[in-house]
């Protein structure tokens, strides 16, 4: 059969369509994250990444490199240069592969996945593209999408088999029976969902039993305490010899459970409460008279915080005159930025947004109000906001208070809450020390590795060289030989603007830049912006003028656009080479200076009429050039998997930190059994807390910004 007899025209109104992964039906892309598998044991965190390390069984280390990607639009685009040396026969197996690949996305995210394609009901499913007519569609000039959707045919397929008498055997899902099916170079084994898991919203669940439900879907293992992401003694709580002597204790499930009245839950304790929000929550309206009260900012990585705590560099208004007014123990939830979880539990008097929702509780017997914080921010009823929200565009759907206050939730008994708050309190000042120590670590292999590169692009490879003084304060000598010359002798400013894409444009934010690396993390095709952006050519040199100490300079490898915070530098000649310049960009003696010479307080940036002007040394020789950027990255191999090695523990210690939080405040774990003796001080606020509120108030500013119109 034809590929063109496979087309199929859709319309839009009438079909559930996704394009990114932060819309309500976003979760139903491979791109999407939140949706780990296990495969032999191996957690993949994305099934693009599995679709895509699939291509390869004969090649184990390239599917390693895909796999350890965080991203799954760099695990794409880590497999690109291996295309030509994918498995003979993928054009002939990719669909049987897509077809599996999303199985094994609904048995290891049961509760969530499924429960997200029957919400699609029976209306036709379509990945929407703005190239690929293959596993999409595309917009026509009549508005509909065509194309052969076969990704979104797909869907439409396992949700059939989900709503139908086959639903059980989805729990299973053998290997497919092609050849050189494998991972590692082992045979891929059959995977199958983890005991305990609910049925999705619409199926007839099984006979409850008085076992810990399923781990949330954003969270890797079967158990948490079956293969602890943590070493053993890590994290344990005890601190005095009294309790020390005691036999180790550890979290466990409850004795009996009952079904939950709603599927996120799945299974409570059978002594709990179960009520919608309106029997605990009700909404306040009150307006502030003089606009003089602490303004309240609300994040989704830090809950609700005076936002003199925070770097928000946004405008003042004029008056805050009928402002919201909210109290301690209330709940803030910022409407628009709900479904990213932008709420928490107020511990001030203070003044919000108009347009946010505040909700006081109707007794305050119910809730201790760290437990509601906790509650409020799991995974689970994240996506619960989610599919409650209403909005055309994912940038702008709204909790309205109806929706939230007909969400049910759990109410354990009071002493049950105090325990849980004192048990997390006591587990998240171990797991704040030990990132904040693997920070640390990071801190000193960076700084280890730019004194090589620093040594290397200043003074060159041969200790023995002669020198030759510069006049230049910061960079008083340089081997005789080189060349000093203005930067802006060397490179144009590049400054031409659009506002609009065109295909296979890359887009580059500061945030998507890693400091220090270079290395780009794409978003992918969730690309959205309101202003002009600049264009770039494939080899031109990106530098961050905004925060230069965080040293955004990358050098891309194909054309794009990117934000007006960087300046996009082209080499006017080959000396000296771009790569060389990006390396000697990025050194820490030009940081440094550049750096000085910044003007703002809260968001300092670098001007091109100082960084033009800077003296850059360079060998001539391009020779020289290049067996000195091999010397750099040999000698700091080393201590690049060290770094990366430590923040993929960092990454897994904060999954265990999300998953313990929900498994206790849901009743997955009893931790009444626990013995909690006072934990050691808190660690002091330092530099890495100060640098974690600047890589975060870029989202909180724009988090309180989405009301400016409303």
């Known amino acids: 059969?034809?590929?063109?007899?496979?087309?199929?025209?859709?319309?839009?109104?009438?079909?559930?369509?996704?394009?990114?992964?932060?819309?309500?039906?976003?979760?139903?892309?491979?791109?999407?994250?939140?949706?780990?598998?296990?495969?032999?044991?191996?957690?993949?965190r994305t099934s693009e990444a599995l679709y895509q390390a699939c291509r390869f069984p004969h090649l184990p280390d390239v599917q390693r490199k895909i796999i350890d990607e965080h991203s799954p639009m760099t695990a794409k685009m880590r497999s690109k240069p291996f295309r030509k040396d994918s498995r003979p026969?993928?054009?002939?197996?990719?669909?049987?592969?897509?077809?599996?690949?999303?199985?094994?996305?609904?048995?290891?995210?049961?509760?969530?996945f499924g429960r997200l394609l029957l919400a699609t009901e029976d209306r036709p499913i379509v990945e929407q593209s703005r190239k690929d007519d293959f596993w999409g569609a595309k917009v026509a000039d009549d508005g509909s999408l065509v194309g052969m959707n076969v990704l979104g045919r797909l869907l439409m397929e396992l949700r059939e088999q989900l709503k139908g008498a086959e639903a059980e055997s989805l729990h299973a899902v053998e290997p497919l029976a092609i050849p050189e099916f494998l991972l590692f170079q082992r045979p891929i084994e059959v995977i199958c969902t983890a005991d305990g898991a609910s049925q999705p919203v619409g199926i007839e669940p099984h006979p409850s039993r008085s076992v810990a439900p399923p781990p949330p879907r954003d969270l890797p293992q079967p158990s948490l305490f079956d293969q602890?992401?943590?070493?053993?003694?890590?994290?344990?709580?005890?601190?005095?010899?009294a309790v020390e002597a005691k036999p180790k204790q550890s979290p466990a499930?409850?004795?009996?459970?009952?079904?939950?009245?709603?599927?996120?839950?799945?299974?409570?304790?059978?002594?709990?409460?179960?009520?919608?929000?309106?029997?605990?929550?009700?909404?306040?309206?009150?307006?502030?008279?003089?606009?003089?009260?602490?303004?309240?900012?609300?994040?989704?990585?830090?809950?609700?915080?005076?936002?003199?705590?925070?770097?928000?560099?946004?405008?003042?208004a004029e008056s805050y005159v009928g402002h919201k007014v909210a109290r301690p123990n209330d709940v803030v939830i910022n409407t628009m930025?709900?479904?990213?979880?932008?709420?928490?539990?107020?511990?001030?008097?203070?003044?919000?947004?108009?347009?946010?929702?505040?909700?006081?509780?109707?007794?305050?017997?119910?809730?201790?109000?760290?437990?509601?914080?906790?509650?409020?921010?799991?995974?689970?009823?994240?996506?619960?906001?989610?599919?409650?929200?209403?909005?055309?565009?994912?940038?702008?759907?709204?909790?309205?208070?109806?929706?939230?206050?007909d969400i049910a939730f759990p109410c354990p008994p009071r002493e049950e809450q105090e325990r849980m708050v004192a048990f997390l309190h006591a587990k998240e000042v171990q797991v704040r020390r030990l990132i904040r120590n693997k920070r640390r670590?990071?801190?000193?292999?960076?700084?280890?590795?730019?004194?090589?590169?620093?040594?290397?692009?200043?003074?060159?490879?041969?200790?023995?060289?002669?020198?030759?003084?510069?006049?230049?304060?910061?960079?008083?000598?340089?081997?005789a030989h080189w060349e000093v010359k203005r930067l802006k002798t060397l490179v144009r400013n590049v400054t031409e603007q659009t506002n609009s894409l065109s295909d296979g444009d890359t887009y580059i934010a500061l945030e998507h830049v890693k400091s220090w690396t270079g290395e780009i993390t794409p978003p992918g095709d969730d690309i959205a912006f309101d202003s002009q952006v600049k264009r770039f050519a494939a080899g031109d040199v990106l530098f961050g003028k905004l925060r230069p100490y965080l040293a955004k300079v990358t050098r891309p490898q194909q054309s794009g656009v990117c934000v007006g915070e960087f300046l996009?530098?082209?080499?006017?000649?080959?000396?000296?080479?771009?790569?060389?310049?990006?390396?000697?960009?990025?050194?820490?003696?030009?940081?440094?200076?550049?750096?000085?010479?910044?003007?703002?307080?809260?968001?300092?940036?670098?001007?091109?009429g100082f960084i033009g002007n800077l003296r850059i040394a360079f060998p001539p020789s391009p020779d020289e050039q290049e067996t000195m950027l091999s010397s750099i990255a040999s000698e700091t191999s080393t201590l690049t998997n060290a770094i990366s090695r430590t923040e993929n523990e960092i990454a897994l210690i904060a999954e265990y930190r999300e998953r313990l939080i929900a498994d206790v405040v849901t009743g997955k774990l009893d931790v009444r059994h626990i013995e909690i003796a006072a934990p050691a001080d808190e660690p002091i606020a330092d530099e890495d807390d100060t640098l974690e509120e600047e890589l975060e108030s870029d989202d909180a500013e724009v988090m309180e910004g989405a009301d400016a119109d409303d």
């Not at 897509?98 to 199985?103: D, F, G, P, V």
């Not at 602890?228 to 010899?241: E, T």
């Not at 709603?262 to 409460?273: D, K, N, R, S, T």
């Not at 004194?451 to 008083?476: E, F, H, Q, S, Y």
């Open 89 to 112: 026969d993928w054009d002939a197996v990719r669909v049987k592969i897509m077809r599996w690949c999303l199985r094994v996305k609904l048995a290891q995210n049961w509760r969530e």
């Open 1 to 44: 059969m034809s590929q063109a007899s496979q087309v199929r025209t859709y319309d839009p109104s009438a079909s559930v369509v996704f394009l990114k992964t932060n819309e309500r039906f976003g979760g139903l892309s491979n791109m999407a994250p939140g949706f780990p598998l296990r495969v032999n044991g191996v957690r993949i």
């Open 568 to 608: 996009v530098l082209r080499p006017i000649e080959d000396l000296p080479s771009a790569k060389f310049l990006e390396v000697k960009l990025c050194s820490k003696t030009v940081i440094d200076i550049v750096n000085s010479s910044t003007f703002g307080a809260k968001m300092p940036r670098a001007e091109w």
């Open 228 to 241: 602890p992401m943590i070493a053993k003694g890590q994290m344990d709580i005890q601190a005095n010899p």
């Open 337 to 405: 930025w709900a479904w990213m979880s932008a709420l928490g539990v107020s511990k001030n008097v203070g003044i919000v947004s108009p347009a946010y929702g505040v909700y006081r509780p109707l007794n305050s017997e119910d809730f201790l109000p760290e437990y509601v914080d906790y509650l409020l921010r799991t995974p689970m009823l994240r996506w619960e906001y989610i599919c409650r929200s209403t909005g055309i565009r994912a940038s702008r759907l709204r909790l309205y208070p109806d929706k939230f206050l």
């Open 441 to 479: 670590l990071i801190g000193l292999l960076t700084e280890q590795k730019q004194a090589i590169i620093n040594r290397a692009v200043t003074r060159g490879l041969d200790p023995n060289a002669p020198m030759k003084p510069t006049g230049i304060d910061w960079m008083p000598e340089v081997p």
């Open 253 to 316: 499930a409850y004795p009996t459970y009952r079904p939950a009245r709603v599927h996120w839950l799945g299974e409570i304790p059978a002594h709990w409460q179960e009520k919608r929000g309106k029997y605990f929550f009700r909404e306040i309206d009150e307006r502030s008279r003089t606009g003089e009260e602490e303004l309240l900012s609300v994040s989704h990585t830090t809950g609700v915080t005076p936002r003199s705590q925070k770097n928000v560099t946004m405008f003042k």
